[in-house]
């Protein structure tokens, strides 16, 4: 990046590492918490039902039908929400998504049957959809592409953060928290509800939606920043949606949304599942203990996840450093399952998984936005979340039904074999001939 670069008024000059410094310090945070409250609310369920299943007699089977449910409308709802976004805004869309998930996740604590939380659930998918591909999108509005994989982790982060405190957070409340008559995994919903919805206030009046209209950059600031990311488009396509509307038959862009949807089986069985994976290393533990000791993978991801993607931006090259991230986590999974007797081991194979699982994000999301034109990032990147959300449906669901009422380890394999396989798609996925970046031809 260069260090000074004339902008559009004679005789100013633009610091371009000052530039990024500012984004890095204004839009980073606000996509770090929208997404680190959205992880913690969508994972909220597992550690709930620790609780849960008694209260509403919930079989495992039954909870992983459960968990999979919100991504029925959340899948169907993914690229209609990024075309919104794209129309009103990222202020209003973003505020607007986060305020009525915090509402419904809240109100999750007072279902009283199973009937009701398939409802609660089901309206949670439809009240986040659009959040992850939001974010995506609006990285592309504010980094370029030789920065946006430690961007994209810079937010992504959140997630492994998110797993973290939620872990700690929800074990306590579970065996601390039974204020009003109401028990521990209902104030798990209530008060992991609450946050979002002040943050999504805040988003309302806080964020900008592209570099022209942020307050805290000079207007020599925001037009060279949108010149540099506008220089790696053909802009004269940007506002024309049935141009991107292009991206949902691209064959790149399908084959790519399929390895992420491999990646999501193994993704979300870990974190719909590593409470009662935790609990059957050790059934001794306590819910504080299991949150406690399951907190211990997600800081292995979050440090992983933030070497790599610098790594991957030094590189250039994404395809082997995503494929790398999976065998990690595919090795991990093998671990648990062989070592499932052996606490300590165990453990080692969930910190190798959640390794893997983390650190692909950055790699593969800035693989997947170097395939698409300008005018197709909002419909493209929403569609590769979408597909990828179905491995979140299959996922759960099918370790639900195989896992047996004492052993839910075991049914681990599902998504080993998923991870595996996807290692095998990105083989066959090659950079375009001179190049740098893995923009991608499948062959």
Same mark, same amino acid.
């Given at each position: ?68 449910? %919100? ?10 929400? /990024? ?26 604590? %007072? ?68 204020? %009003?008559? =109401? /028990? ?41 920043? *949108?010149?540099?990311?506008?220089? *790696? ?8 949606? *049935? ?6 038959? /691209? ?8 390895? /992420? ?53 030094? =590189? ?18 093998? #671990? ?7 606490? $300590? ?58 896992? $047996? ?22 083989? %066959? ?13 499948? #062959?």
């Amino acid at each position: 990046m260069s260090t000074s670069t004339p902008s559009a008024r004679p005789g100013a000059s633009v610091s371009g590492p000052a530039v990024l410094r500012k984004v890095q310090r204004y839009v980073l945070p606000v996509a770090f918490l929208l997404y680190m409250f959205n992880y913690m609310d969508r994972a909220a369920i597992g550690y709930a039902q620790l609780q849960m299943s008694t209260d509403l007699g919930i079989s495992l089977a039954t909870y992983g039908t459960v968990a999979a449910i %919100f991504f029925v409308a959340y899948t169907v709802l993914e690229v209609p929400s /990024n075309i919104v976004m794209k129309k009103v805004g990222a202020r209003l869309w973003l505020a607007r998504i986060a305020i009525t998930w915090g509402i419904i996740t809240m109100l999750t604590g %007072f279902v009283q049957n199973t009937t009701q939380l398939y409802v609660a659930r089901i309206a949670l998918g439809v009240a986040e959809a659009g959040l992850f591909p939001g974010l995506l999108l609006y990285m592309t509005y504010w980094f370029r592409t030789q920065d946006r994989s430690r961007g994209i982790a810079g937010f992504s982060l959140a997630q492994p953060v998110a797993l973290l405190i939620g872990s700690i957070s929800a074990g306590y409340i579970l065996d601390h928290a039974d204020w %009003f008559g =109401l /028990n521990g995994w209902q104030w798990v919903f209530i008060l992991q509800g609450a946050p979002p919805v002040l943050l999504g206030v805040w988003v309302l009046f806080y964020l900008a939606d592209r570099p022209s209209k942020a307050r805290w950059l000079s207007k020599d600031e925001s037009d060279w920043l *949108e010149g540099e990311i506008n220089k *790696e488009y053909d802009v004269a396509d940007d506002e024309h949606m *049935e141009i991107s509307l292009d991206a949902v038959k /691209n064959p790149k862009i399908l084959y790519l949304a399929f390895i /992420n949807l491999l990646y999501a089986v193994g993704l979300y069985g870990m974190t719909f599942f590593l409470p009662q994976i935790v609990a059957q290393l050790n059934p001794g533990y306590s819910s504080t203990n299991i949150g406690l000791v399951g907190a211990i993978p997600y800081v292995c991801g979050a440090i992983a996840m933030l070497l790599v993607a610098r790594y991957s931006d030094l =590189l250039g090259n994404r395809k082997p450093i995503v494929m790398c991230t999976l065998a990690v986590a595919v090795v991990g999974l093998v #671990v648990t399952m062989v070592f499932k007797e052996t606490p $300590a081991l165990g453990m080692i194979g969930l910190c190798l998984l959640a390794i893997g699982v983390f650190s692909y994000l950055g790699p593969f999301w800035a693989l997947a936005s170097e395939a698409l034109t300008r005018s197709q990032t909002a419909v493209g990147l929403a569609t590769i979340n979408a597909i990828a959300a179905a491995g979140g449906f299959f996922g759960p669901f099918v370790i639900g039904k195989t896992a $047996a009422a004492d052993d839910v380890i075991f049914s681990m394999i599902f998504p080993a074999v998923c991870m595996f396989v996807a290692i095998v798609l990105l083989a %066959f996925v090659k950079p375009v001939q001179g190049t740098p970046a893995a923009v991608t031809e499948t #062959v």
